[in-house]
């Protein structure tokens, strides 16, 4: 069942997706963690930070909305409080790092890669730059470039996932920008943009008014994305994918694989239901004894055309 | 003081469990009742579960993973906890009347939790749709709870309007079984069809709509009288629950001390705590937000609070209600 992202190796292929698993210990209390392959931190910025007015999310048919505003504790406090508690964890732990500046990022990236129980780093590219008056880094290649370019200069020696946004013309020019500035793996994807309207009030549904879109609604959107990123970018430079949007089974999870992921993230389906978690990772266990594949590995990008 | 080492502000255990449906009722044309049976260590965590605490309940199979609406679960406050099953003749109008309640086997450490609810949409809709000895996925008990002071002389104002009351019969229970004898509720409903709960109206009629009567059979069962108010004084005090309260103080005695506990609609806990600072009173709010998770991942549902005793300086910052909460003491909230 092992699969490896770059120098790190998974016992299974699937890990949680950043900002729904929090810092572990509030899903630890409904399900046991060691039986994952790998645990993605909620975004840390630089400084707290409180997040969006309410309403922050919202069900859709098939789906969840949310402006949850990257609400966390910051830097220093999560130094302090929260990984004492990853360290207890047993898997690989990637910490998923947030900014508004480059600077910004690269000051977390640079704390946090110095502690010994942190796998990898995850940079999350979906943030406004504002710098750049608020547009998405990840949406614009050559800002990617720069702010990949920085954290790995900052941290050479530390496994870089790249995050990147599905909210783009092409995901392959934003991935080969990635890849090309330094990242090790490629997470594909976030959440998609999307807004909902109160039509009694006519108002929009969130306070941050508009929001980004998970849960199995977007799986086809991103199952697409996997495909692209995996057959354009990253299966030629042997960068491994980690595939996430919409994931609620094992079914879905092995659809992600085929596509070309190494890895796959759960994330909305986790906040709905725990149990989830173990649960896919049973049923791909199930799906390969049934087929008579010998490893997950096999199964990364056997998509036949 | 507080009732129990078991009960203080520490959080209980608390798990994923699958429970069995023991009992369905509907009441009205949009109100349901459902007891949900546990054992082994779903038992174990709600036979500490607190008033004010809730679960959320999963309103789909979770075990299609094609089956994905709705796709997250429905908080629903504890009606009860209950150590005995629900009596069949409640739920099956067939069944002789007298039937005694599901008889405990010997080493059975069941546990049975209830919830009142009224249908609004799809999860609601989907759990009202459940039959006896179906299974139920819940995460649970989940929140803070109320703090639950004793002492002489105090007395315990139970508020609870709309779909905020089921709390309040749950906290009822567990204050008379923690020998208080000085409890009062009060119920409000936009109209008497609408409460939460199974009314005695044919029992008795007040001399005075302000006179705690055993109106609403949930808070009967523990000798708890209540008042009723409806918003168009279709029944009992003809106006808001909180009015109702604040006159029904007004003509009282005061006591050593009143704790106020509320749970409702944003402006009934609002107005609640506006008249508890006005008399001085010790306060609680349950609050509702819109939540997804329920455990503290997806830090949806926020409410604005600062801390009791600082002064104005004190910059408003967020709480979850799911995990920080539901329960807070009414001096914390931002209410506007």
Partial sequence: MSVRLGPVRLANPVMTASGTCGYA?????????????????????????EGNPPQRTQETPCGLLNSIGLANV??????????????????????????????????????VSRIPAVAGLELNISCPNVKEGGIAFGVHPPMVAELVQAVRRACPQTVLVVKLTPNVTDIAETAAAA????????????????????????????GGISGGLSGPAIKPLALYLVHRVYRQVARDRRIPIIGLGGIMSAADAVEFMLAGATAVGIGTAALADPACLPRVVEG????????????AADLVGALQL | MTISPGQSQETPRRGQFQGRIAGADRFGDKLRSLTVALTGAGAAAFRQARPGQFVQLSCRDLHDGRCASPLLRRPLSIAGIHQEGPNPAASDPSAPTGTKPTQRAPGDESVWVEFLFRVQGPGTGWLSRRALDEPLDLLGPLGNG???????????????????LPPMFFLADVLSRAGQTDIVAFAGARTVSQFVGTLCLDRCEPASTLMPLGL??????????????????????????????????????KPARTDL?????????????????????ACQV???????????LCQSCVVPVRSADAGAADAPHYKLVCSQGPVFDARTICWD
């Fill in chain 2, 286 to 296: 349950c609050m509702e937000a819109y939540m997804a998770c329920g455990i503290g």
């Fill in chain 2, 146 to 164: 109320f703090r639950l002071p004793t002492g002489r002389d105090r007395r315990a104002i139970l508020i609870g309007g709309g779909v905020g």
């Fill in chain 1, 179 to 206: 890849v090309d500035a330094g990242a090790d793996v490629l997470t594909v994807a976030n959440t998609f943009l999307g807004m909902a309207i109160d039509i009694d009030g006519r108002r929009p549904v969130l």
């Fill in chain 1, 284 to 295: 791909i266990r199930n799906y390969l004894l049934e087929k008579g594949i010998p490893a």
């Fill in chain 2, 261 to 281: 506990y509320a749970c409702g609609p944003k402006g009934m806990l609002r107005a609640v705590a506006r008249l508890a600072e006005r008399r001085d009173l």
């Fill in chain 2, 216 to 253: 609403l059979e949930q808070f009967n069962r523990c000798g708890v009288g209540c008042v009723l108010a409806t918003d168009d004084g279709s029944r009992g005090f003809a106006g808001s629950v909180v009015e109702a309260v604040e006159e029904f103080l007004a003509g009282q005695p």
């Fill in chain 1, 74 to 111: 910051g830097l220093d406090r999560f130094l302090e409080e929260k990984v004492p508690l990853l360290e207890r964890l047993s898997i690989p732990v990637f910490v998923n790092v947030a900014g508004k500046t480059v600077e910004q990022y690269v000051e977390v990236a640079r704390r």
């Fill in chain 1, 25 to 49: 210990l509030e899903l630890a209390e409904f399900v046991d963690l060691a039986g994952l392959g790998g645990f993605v931190t909620k975004s840390i910025t630089l400084e707290p930070q």
